[in-house]
């Protein structure tokens, strides 16, 4: 039997893809499309099962219907709007209340690969590659994360490929960043012990490490002529939902005052800052206590903005540890 898909769409926002569209890219489910709050919430209320419900506007009383109704099912947001438009809307509780956002940006072609990709990802369970995101046949580079002192090399060495690639200096210098930081998470924060106690967290960053094997991580890099993706995996699984929420809710609110997570240690919550401020979509793929990836993707038809000008997708994806 295939998994329900409730796409509401309202007139309020930017549409949707054209119906014949979301035909295609939703293989494995069935489609159910509405055009009215109202008419969105009786359907909710009175379905016994919906898979997933993609929405184009951050209308809280759905949400919060669609939440109570299934409690497992998935969220999807396609906004053209920001993150601290959204949040507002939704009362500061997006963390709770959507799973997924994806950029409704003025490229259709990446909405599409983005919808296309989350959508296959929770049908199908496989969640880890970065050539999710990237056209067939793709060449995918992959490099090995030995130690704190590779940094430098392999951030050279993706900036270098995007140089290659004719990207532009711009673009260069974010992939180097984006690289930095991915690096410098998979290097000091994510290592735990099997208490899940942190490893080298409070190690000064100018400090060298040296990974023992079973801690090595992989970075990634590709480009396949519209997206430029980075990514790096670990083999420990110790950054959780709750936190890369509280990461980017902190980013979102961040005119608040209040304050990014680590920052003295240049940690992971201001890591995932930088890299969420330099690129137009941000995922987290996890197998708690085994694996995480950070995948970072630019569209390099697209100018990346300040998060008060321009939409962002963020993902964080459980695959399941059996």
Excluded at 214 to 241: H, M, R, W
Aim: with cysteine; glycine share 6%.
């Amino acid at each position: 039997m295939k998994n329900k898909i409730l796409f509401i769409e309202l007139s309020t926002k930017k549409p949707f893809p054209k119906e014949s569209t979301l035909r295609i890219i939703t293989s494995g489910y069935d489609n159910t499309l509405e055009r009215d709050v109202d008419k969105a919430l009786a359907r909710i209320n009175s379905e016994s099962d919906i898979s997933v419900m993609v929405i184009n506007d951050a209308v809280e009383e759905v949400f919060i219907s669609y939440r109570k109704k299934f409690p497992n099912g998935t969220t999807i947001l396609v906004t053209a709007g920001t993150m601290d438009e959204y949040a507002a809307s939704l009362s500061y509780r997006e963390e709770l209340l959507v799973d997924h956002v994806i950029a409704n940006s003025e490229n259709s072609d990446w909405l599409i690969g983005d919808l296309r990709s989350t959508l296959q990802k929770l049908i199908s369970g496989d969640i880890f590659g970065l050539d999710k995101y990237l056209l067939p046949s793709t060449k995918v580079h992959t490099r090995t994360v030995t130690d704190s002192m590779c940094r430098s090399t392999l951030n050279n060495e993706v900036a270098e490929f995007a140089e290659f690639q004719k990207l532009g200096s711009h673009i260069s210098k974010l992939a180097y960043g984006i690289s930095e930081e991915l690096l410098m998470n998979a290097i000091y924060d994510a290592p735990v012990d099997e208490e899940g106690n942190s490893l080298y967290a409070g190690v000064h960053r100018s400090n060298k490490v040296n990974l023992k094997p079973n801690e090595y991580s992989e970075l990634s890099f590709a480009c396949d002529g519209q997206t430029l993706a980075i990514a790096v995996c670990d083999p420990f699984g110790s950054l959780k939902k709750e936190k890369f929420h509280n990461y980017i809710k902190k980013v979102v609110r961040r005119h608040e005052g209040i304050k990014i997570i680590d920052h003295k240690k240049g940690g992971a919550g201001l890591g995932l800052f930088k890299i969420l401020y330099s690129c137009h979509a941000l995922i987290c793929n996890s197998m708690p206590n085994k694996k995480t990836e950070v995948i970072s993707l630019i569209n390099i038809h697209q100018q990346i903005r300040d998060f008060s000008k321009m939409a962002r997708s963020l993902h964080y994806f459980v695959a399941n540890s059996g």
